[in-house]
């Protein structure tokens, strides 16, 4: 598709958050599956899509007032997703916090005429694809502290995709001196 680019907002780690989870990944059983690459490790808010320029600009013009509390997610569950072929970590209880930021964006997108998955949002982090079973695997939960959300684009390269952060907006923190 000429003139759009491939995006979703997304939940972005930190680097102790990546490197944790690129510790997991290392203690998994790695026979036949294509590891998603450390540098794409995110947590999906919502997936818009292909997108033209005058919506990606309309989009992130209609996110700039939302605003949320910092939030941690707790991912402690390995998950096998069949349809997909993926392990994912996910969350046993998912932050109400996460739920009404994916559930307000999706608001905010559908606002702008694009699709979204009407399925009940499921926060995870996709760790490999081509998977064909789930490892019996214990780990230490692994919780991810959320400050910010962001727009990301799906880049095709050579050596596969990568994940680009085009635009960040923090959470209000009520901590913050407001003098």
């Known amino acids: 598709m000429p003139d759009t680019s491939r995006l979703f907002f997304a939940l972005w780690p930190d680097d102790e958050t990546r490197q944790t989870l690129t510790c997991l990944k290392r203690s998994l059983p790695s026979k036949d599956l294509k590891w998603v690459q450390p540098h794409n490790l995110h947590v999906t808010l919502v997936f818009l899509g292909h997108v033209d320029p005058a919506?990606?600009?309309s989009i992130k013009q209609?996110?700039?007032?939302?605003s949320a509390q910092p939030f941690a997610l707790t991912f402690d569950s390995l998950s096998y997703w069949s349809k997909p072929r993926v392990l994912c970590l996910s969350c046993k209880q998912v932050a109400p916090e996460a739920a009404k930021l994916a559930a307000e964006l999706d608001i905010r997108v559908r606002a702008n005429g694009l699709p979204t998955d009407s399925r009940p949002y499921i926060p995870h982090i996709t760790l490999a694809r081509h998977a064909c079973h789930l490892p019996d695997i214990?780990?230490?939960p692994i919780a991810w502290r959320a400050e910010a959300f962001c727009l990301v684009e799906s880049c095709s390269e050579a050596g596969g995709v990568r994940y680009k952060v085009i635009q960040q907006w923090p959470f209000i923190?009520?901590?913050a001196n407001l003098d």
């Open 55 to 57: 919506t990606e600009l």
């Open 62 to 66: 209609s996110v700039n007032d939302i």
């Open 173 to 175: 923190n009520p901590t």
């Open 138 to 140: 214990k780990f230490e």
